[in-house]
C-alpha cells in the first residue's frame, strides 16, 4: 500500500517562506508523477505544482509561479514543495498526490491521481 505523509506547514507571515515534503513509503512506484495541490475553505481543490517521474519536467500554476519550488529526490522517496514570498492567498491545506499512470509527463488535473496525502495546513497571515 502506498502512503503519502505531508509535513511542513504552519503559520508564515506574508513575504515569508516554508518547506513542505512529501514522504512516499510503502509499495515503491515503478513511475509516478507527482503533484501538489491546495484547497481554501470554500474554494475548489487547485493544483500547485507537480513534477514527472522521468525527466524532471515540472509545471506550476501561473499563481505561484516564479515564486514555488518542486522537487524530487534521487530516490524518488520525497517531494519538496519550497514556497517563498507567501501571500495571503497561498491560505490553504497543502496535499501531495501520486499518479501512477505517468512517467513522463504531468496532470493538472486532481481526479488524474490515485493517491494522496492527508494534508498539511499552511497559514499565511499579514
Given at each position: ?9 504552519g503559520?508564515?507571515q ?5 518547506r ?5 513509503s510503502?509499495?515503491t ?6 503533484g501538489w495541490?491546495?484547497?481554501a475553505?470554500?474554494k ?15 509545471a506550476y ?13 534521487n530516490g524518488?522517496?520525497?517531494v519538496?514543495?519550497?514556497m ?18 505517468k512517467r513522463?509527463?504531468i496532470?493538472t ?10 494534508g498539511?495546513q499552511?497559514?499565511v497571515s499579514?
Open positions: 500500500q502506498v502512503r503519502l505523509v505531508e509535513s511542513g506547514g503559520l508564515v506574508a513575504g515569508g517562506s516554508l513542505l515534503t512529501c514522504a512516499i510503502g509499495r512506484f515503478s513511475s509516478a508523477s507527482m495541490f491546495r484547497q475553505p470554500g475548489e481543490r487547485e493544483f500547485v505544482a507537480g513534477i514527472a517521474w522521468a525527466g524532471g519536467r515540472t500554476s501561473d499563481s505561484v509561479k516564479g515564486r514555488f519550488v518542486i522537487s524530487m529526490d524518488k522517496n520525497t519538496l514543495l519550497q517563498n514570498s507567501l501571500d495571503l492567498e497561498d491560505t490553504a491545506v497543502y496535499s501531495c498526490a501520486a499518479d501512477p499512470n513522463w509527463f496532470s488535473t486532481w481526479t488524474q491521481y490515485d493517491y494522496w496525502g492527508q498539511t499552511v497559514i499579514s
